[in-house]
Nanobody, 116 residues
Framework: QVQLVESGGGLVQPGGSLKLSCLAS????????MSWYRQAPGKERDWVAT????????NYADSVKGRFTISRDNGKSTVYLQMNDLKPEDTAVYYC?????????WGQGTQVTVSS
């Protein structure tokens, strides 16, 4: 079955950096687009970034453009989210996502807290 396991979250000061990882299994990883979403307390889950499979095109929400970078390593079935210049408003649980066989699959999430 499809499994997505996020890691790399933590507490960081404003202006700091974190790199999230998502290890995927149960589907042909290299042929599917992968995305990151986030959900802040009391808010809806929002899309953050997507990376396609074949062309490796990336897209970002305006709120993170220029600060976050999504990448993938098909040999390791892993998608990454490099987050730089973090702001308190980036505080959220970050989720990895794949849309496979008409179903959205999610990991368990990893908490990112940006605070001084």
């Amino acid at each position: 079955q499809v499994q997505l396991v996020e890691s790399g979250g933590g507490l960081v000061q404003p202006g700091g950096s974190l790199k999230l990882s998502c290890l995927a299994s149960g589907f042909p990883f290299s042929t599917y687009s992968m995305s990151w979403y986030r959900q802040a307390p009391g808010k809806e889950r929002d899309w953050v970034a997507t990376i396609t499979s074949t062309t490796v095109t990336t897209n970002y929400a305006d709120s993170v453009k220029g600060r976050f970078t999504i990448s993938r390593d098909n040999g390791k079935s892993t998608v990454y989210l490099q987050m730089n210049d973090l702001k308190p408003e980036d505080t959220a649980v970050y989720y990895c996502n794949v849309f496979y066989w008409r179903t959205h699959y999610w990991g368990q999430g990893t908490q990112v807290t940006v605070s001084s």
